[in-house]
T-cell receptor, first 112, second 112 residues
Framework: DTEVTQTPKHLVMGMTNKKSLKCEQH?????MYWYKQKAKKPPELMFV???????INESVPSRFSPECPNSSLLNLHLHALQPEDSALYLC???????????FGPGTRLTVL | AQSVTQPDIHITVSEGASLELRCNYS??????LFWYVQSPGQGLQLLLKYFSGDTLVQGIKGFEAEFKRSQSSFNLRKPSVHWSDAAEYFC??????????FGTGTQLKVEL
């Protein structure tokens, strides 16, 4: 299984809502990533988990809260988002820090 | 710090014509280089990667790339483009630490 899955595919939320994005991989990868991608732009790294520990936080606002419950799962908890947070949120995984990253299809988030 | 430059924002080619997408990188040591493709609203798919060894790398979908250390380049090529190749193409580099740096992308349009 060489797939990274993400749910939901689409999410619309108000600025006072709390929601979560989910990501799963069964490739035995030990690193997992969250990226944010705005239209016509490259992905921007948000968080990296390595061996289930947060290793990189790219100065992301606290309204985004990552969680890695186990080596296969990665969540991104969302609370009090702003309209400018609307974007495609991509999850990825890799075996190690120098290996290719496998990307999921993304969650299209719209904040009203 | 590592960086990637993709000089061409948009490229249009006719179906059946050859293609070359340019990528220049900046990194102090031996880089690990990747080309990804992204269709609209989708995740990123790895086309090919260069870690070491043979500087001409073969990838999926008939793509290849050549690593030229003297020019700090990793250009992507395809001898005959198909209409389904229309997409956004990202070059990326890493030197480790789980951080993948993307170029700004090249939008490929294929004329029938």
């Amino acid at each position: 299984d060489t797939e990274v899955t993400q749910t939901p595919k689409h999410l619309v939320m108000g600025m006072t809502n709390k929601k979560s994005l989910k990501c799963e991989q069964h490739m035995g990868h030990r690193a997992m990533y969250w990226y944010k991608q705005k239209a016509k732009k490259p992905p921007e790294l948000m968080f990296v988990y390595s061996y289930e520990k947060l290793s990189i936080n790219e100065s992301v606002p606290s309204r985004f809260s990552p969680e890695c419950p186990n080596s296969s799962l990665l969540n991104l908890h969302l609370h009090a988002l702003q309209p400018e947070d609307s974007a495609l949120y991509l999850c990825a995984s890799s075996q190690g820090p120098l290996d290719e990253q496998f990307f999921g299809p993304g969650t299209r988030l719209t904040v009203l | 710090a590592q960086s990637v430059t993709q000089p061409d924002i948009h490229i249009t080619v006719s179906e059946g014509a050859s293609l070359e997408l340019r990528c220049n990188y900046s990194y102090g040591a031996t880089p690990y280089l990747f080309w990804y493709v992204q269709s609209p609203g989708q995740g990123l798919q790895l086309l090919l990667k260069y870690f070491s060894g043979d500087t001409l790398v073969q990838g999926i979908k008939g793509f290849e790339a050549e690593f030229k250390r003297s020019q700090s380049s990793f250009n992507l090529r395809k001898p005959s483009v198909h209409w389904s190749d229309a997409a956004e193409y990202f070059c990326a580099v890493t030197g480790g630490g789980n951080k993948l740096t993307f170029g700004t992308g090249t939008q490929l349009k294929v004329e029938l």
